[in-house]
């Protein structure tokens, strides 16, 4: 049976990216939310402006994606109707020593679904030992519970990468090669630049504000976006959807612990929005 028996594979995320000088973000709101209703046929379809004026759709079936992916034109300005980069794929762990003998290659080619498969290695003095862990690239908004790998059953547990911060101006939500900030702040002391171990002053969190560096694991602001990203891995949907779900305990826990996060039912904090993978993938 396959591990995806029952979910409903479609790209689920689409991105309209208007054509031309003329703009779809410059029409009335109004209008544009009737366009989209008349080609999917849905009321309740999520429709999400971009910082590059392109519209994110977050659609429910594959006769959505369908219907959308083959228009040319949106309220009569030439379009363009594309996949998401990235929400359309999710990223799942599995272990097994009888994958041992698998290249990565053979498993992206048995296993229904994946679209890339990267065996974990570990460095034990100079050499690289190849492990029993697996991460896989799954072509859905998120990972199934488990696989068939031949006659194998495995677990599939949730990928959760680490929280993006940047190595310039120590925040949180998008690395260094993005960075607005014109001068480098110390990640121990939140001060100018200088090198950290020339550091004399008390360590103080340019994020919560806390007596630690900006790269301390038991940072406030640390623990939230990883709650955060947990959640992201686990539910799929967008990093700025996570927040909202009041079942995330980790989540909540954060909010209590950190003096400068509104109270529940206000405005998430502005650093709720960045990316879901670590720095070092992005720069």
């Given at each position: 049976?396959?591990?995806?028996?029952?979910?409903?594979?479609?790209?689920?995320?689409?991105?309209?990216?208007?054509?031309?000088?003329?703009?779809?973000a410059?029409?009335?709101?109004?209008?544009?939310?009737?366009?989209?209703?008349?080609?999917?046929?849905?009321?309740t379809?999520?429709?999400?402006?971009?910082?590059?004026?392109?519209?994110?759709?977050?659609?429910?079936?594959?006769?959505?994606?369908?219907?959308?992916?083959?228009?040319?034109?949106?309220?009569?300005?030439p379009?363009?109707?594309?996949?998401?980069?990235?929400?359309?794929?999710?990223?799942?762990?599995?272990?097994?020593?009888?994958?041992?003998?698998?290249?990565?290659?053979?498993?992206?080619?048995?296993?229904?679904?994946?679209?890339?498969?990267?065996?974990?290695?570990?460095?034990?003095?100079?050499?690289?030992?190849?492990?029993?862990?697996?991460?896989?690239?799954?072509?859905?908004?998120?990972?199934?519970?488990?696989?068939?790998?031949?006659?194998?059953?495995?677990?599939?547990?949730?990928?959760?990468p680490?929280?993006?911060?940047?190595?310039?101006?120590?925040?949180?939500?998008?690395?260094?090669?993005?960075?607005?900030?014109?001068?480098?702040?110390?990640?121990?002391?939140?001060?100018?630049?200088?090198?950290?171990?020339?550091?004399?002053?008390?360590?103080?969190?340019?994020?919560?504000?806390g007596?630690?560096?900006?790269?301390?694991?038991?940072?406030?602001?640390?623990?939230?976006?990883?709650?955060?990203?947990?959640?992201?891995?686990?539910?799929?949907?967008?990093?700025?959807?996570?927040?909202?779900?009041?079942?995330?305990?980790?989540?909540?826990?954060?909010?209590?612990?950190?003096?400068?996060?509104?109270?529940?039912?206000?405005?998430?904090?502005?650093?709720?929005?960045?990316?879901?993978?670590?720095?070092?993938?992005?720069?």
């Open positions: 049976m396959s591990p995806f028996a029952g979910w409903s594979l479609f790209k689920k995320f689409m991105v309209i990216s208007s054509r031309g000088s003329a703009k779809v410059d029409r009335s709101p109004f209008k544009i939310h009737r366009e989209l209703k008349s080609i999917v046929g849905d009321v379809i999520e429709l999400t402006k971009l910082g590059s004026g392109d519209f994110m759709v977050e659609l429910k079936s594959n006769d959505q994606a369908k219907k959308l992916g083959a228009i040319t034109t949106f309220l009569e300005i379009v363009t109707v594309i996949p998401h980069k990235s929400l359309n794929n999710s990223k799942g762990v599995i272990r097994s020593r009888d994958l041992r003998c698998c290249s990565e290659e053979e498993m992206v080619e048995e296993l229904s679904c994946v679209t890339y498969a990267r065996r974990i290695k570990v460095r034990r003095g100079e050499d690289k030992i190849q492990t029993n862990t697996v991460v896989l690239t799954f072509y859905s908004p998120k990972p199934p519970s488990r696989i068939r790998a031949g006659y194998l059953t495995l677990d599939v547990r949730p990928y959760v680490l929280p993006m911060r940047c190595y310039k101006c120590q925040r949180y939500g998008h690395g260094k090669d993005r960075c607005k900030k014109p001068a480098a702040v110390c990640v121990r002391c939140r001060k100018g630049v200088h090198v950290e171990r020339d550091s004399s002053a008390d360590p103080h969190c340019v994020n919560s504000r007596d630690h560096a900006a790269s301390s694991k038991t940072c406030p602001k640390f623990l939230g976006e990883q709650a955060i990203l947990r959640y992201k891995a686990k539910n799929g949907g967008t990093f700025q959807q996570a927040p909202s779900n009041k079942a995330s305990n980790a989540l909540q826990g954060w909010r209590q612990k950190c003096p400068f996060c509104p109270a529940q039912g206000e405005k998430s904090p502005e650093s709720f929005s960045g990316s879901q993978s670590p720095e070092s993938s992005r720069n």
